[in-house]
């Protein structure tokens, strides 16, 4: 196991961190396909409509290419919702992550930096709601190479938010991820945060049964009434 170490981001970063952005993103299209095979939705027209073909025309092989095309529609759609988050983000915050992150009081982006390479990264921004009566703080783009994953990073970067959130006196952290993303919510549960809804984020999101899931969590400092 390589010695990781966390520090703020660097623009000689930005390379290395848009590249794990999008690697650590699109990994998720494979497993959201298979959830889509699964959906009863997508069983009947898997098996329906090849069957109804056949019946019609008697040709197995109008039978087959329905269903390969079928196949990569259902791909498409799959894969949909990841990149146009992709395509989100690069076009966002993290077409300028300085300015972004590291221009204003009360944000910042680390990452975690293992053998010279970024394995990791994580961004925190204040959230500016004028109906919000707590100081909250939301963590973003949290994401750890593969190659890395099971040594704590993931872990060690949040606990990063959490102590700077407590620093800049926050009194809560929020964040969201997918239920696509199963160690991501094992993690977020286990740290403490809480899960307080979910939605579909986009219609691509609906198609495919993608679920946004919001969390939270209170910093000690503001349940005990104040650090």
Known sequence: MAPYLIRKYQESDHK?????LSRGITEHIPATFRHVLKLPRT???????????LLVSGSWLLALTFSLALLSVLWF???RPWRQYVDMTLRTDMADITKSY??????CFWVAESEKKVVGTVGALPVDHPTLQEKRLHLLRLIVSSEHRGQGIAKALVRTVLQFARDQGYSEVVLDTTTMQVSALGLYHGMGFRKTGQSFPSMSARLVDLHEVYFIRRLPCAQMGGC
Not at 102 to 107: F, M
């Open 16 to 20: 290395w961190v848009v590249g794990l």
């Open 43 to 53: 069983l009947v027209l898997l098996l329906g409509g090849p069957l109804a073909l």
């Open 77 to 79: 759609l799959a894969a």
């Open 102 to 107: 590291l221009s204003e009081p009360g944000s």
